[in-house]
């Protein structure tokens, strides 16, 4: 149970750092006295931090191993979770939003080769509940921020305490973490080809990129959904994406036991449904109550979307010694992240022009497209397996 527990704490972590900085957003603006528009810049570093280091960070924790990564990269989003709450101005925001962005990046790609390590070493679908871990912690920040903000700490006392919490809580944990060495040295025998060049790959990235859209687009315009176009007020307003959230959570808990029951690609087939329509149901039904239970089904269908991806991918990365998967999940991960860029200007350009519903319809069909990505992924898994024997099988008669 040790390394299933520090690498499910690991996942909190990552959660805590994000919801730690991300709603604090109102008083940050107001350090730095940056316009709503100023300050959308200043956020995108975040965006940009996590995709560049996404990018690098697979053959990073091939070459360290994840534990190192894992150690390296919760220490540097420590240090820019400070930086964060003393930024004096936007520039020097920005940049630290950049490195806690590139930070937690690394750790995601990181903490994500350990949760494979640690199925491998059970024989369990883990993943969906190490994101549980992810979307409790970042619960957790969320509400400690609240706290923070009603008892009137500044962003630089409460990030600052947050930063020293995280390191606190990881060092005990830190030597249960798998990936203590690194295995780089087994690639040169494996005979997988290159990331880029592997089709299913770049289906599992399409699940992971459409799950990033909108769980993205639940967090940044539910509540304007919901105050704009169904009446509710601030308060009530919040209670759509906390809901979303909430079952997300718990639908992860029992992610293992439908993925045993259903397989994966059934698992993400009927997520896609259940989630395209709870989205759509938000989009087209004028009335609050709807709009709340379609979040809430939304939540549900998204659960095991990324994190069943992510497992897939380093199962497909996965060499006959057992190890493997770290730049197959860095590769899914930096294509996922763009949605996080692509995502917003996108919905928000439609909101503009014909108003919030229709955006959400938007992005009940983007949550469709991993129905037909999940199918295509199986099947090109399939046909890799399938060259995979009958080249084994030349090989032995040769």
């Known amino acids: 149970m040790r390394d299933r527990i520090a690498v499910f704490t690991v996942f909190a972590l990552n959660g805590l750092a994000i919801g730690s900085w991300a709603t604090r957003t ?5 350090q730095v006295h940056a316009s709503p528009g100023v300050f959308g810049l200043a956020l995108l570093g975040a965006s940009v ?4 280091a996404a990018s690098a960070a697979g053959r990073v924790v091939e070459r360290f191993g994840a534990r190192a990564v894992v150690a390296g990269s919760t220490g540097l989003a420590a240090v820019a979770l400070v930086l964060i709450g003393f930024a004096p101005g936007v520039p020097l925001l920005a940049g630290a939003l950049f490195v806690v962005g590139a930070s937690v990046g690394m750790l995601d790609v990181a903490m994500n080769v350990a949760a494979v390590a640690v199925e491998r070493r059970t024989g369990r679908a883990l993943m969906p509940v190490f994101h549980a871990g992810f979307s409790v912690g970042a619960l957790a920040g969320s509400l400690a921020a609240g ?4 008892h009137g700490w500044s962003p630089a006392r409460h990030l600052t305490t947050a930063a020293v919490f995280a390191v606190v809580v990881l060092l005990p944990v830190l030597r249960a973490v798998p990936g203590s060495r690194p295995e780089h040295a087994a690639a040169v025998v494996t005979g997988h080809r290159a990331p880029i060049r592997r089709p299913v790959l770049w289906l599992l990235a399409a699940v992971a990129l459409c799950s990033a859209v909108a769980e993205g687009a639940a967090a940044d315009w ?3 959904l919901m105050t704009a176009e169904r009446g509710a007020g ?3 307003a919040a209670l759509a994406f906390a809901g979303f959230q909430l079952v997300m959570a718990l639908t992860r808990l029992v992610g293992p036991w439908v993925h045993r029951r259903f397989g994966p690609t059934r698992t993400l087939v009927a997520g896609a449904a259940l989630a ?3 989205f759509l149901a938000t989009a087209t039904i004028p009335v609050a109550a709807v709009a709340y239970v379609g979040f809430a089904l939304a939540g549900a269908g998204l659960a095991a ?3 069943l991806a992510l497992s897939l991918a380093g199962d497909a990365g996965k060499r006959g010694d057992g190890t493997g998967g770290e730049r197959e999940i860095g590769f899914v991960s930096a294509l996922a992240y763009t949605g996080f860029l692509a995502g917003p200007p996108i919905i928000g350009g439609i909101a503009q022009a014909v108003g919030y519903g229709a955006a959400f319809l938007f992005v009940g069909l983007v949550a469709a497209l991993i129905l037909p990505s999940a199918v295509a992924a199986r099947r090109s898994r399939r046909r890799e397996e399938a060259r995979a024997g009958v080249s084994r099988a030349a090989s032995g008669r040769g």
């Open 234 to 236: 601030p308060g009530a």
């Open 26 to 30: 109102p008083a940050l603006a107001a």
């Open 222 to 224: 539910s509540a304007l």
């Open 49 to 52: 931090g996590m995709l560049v």
């Open 305 to 307: 979307s990324f994190p």
């Open 147 to 150: 706290l923070a903000a009603g």
């Open 276 to 278: 395209t329509a709870g």
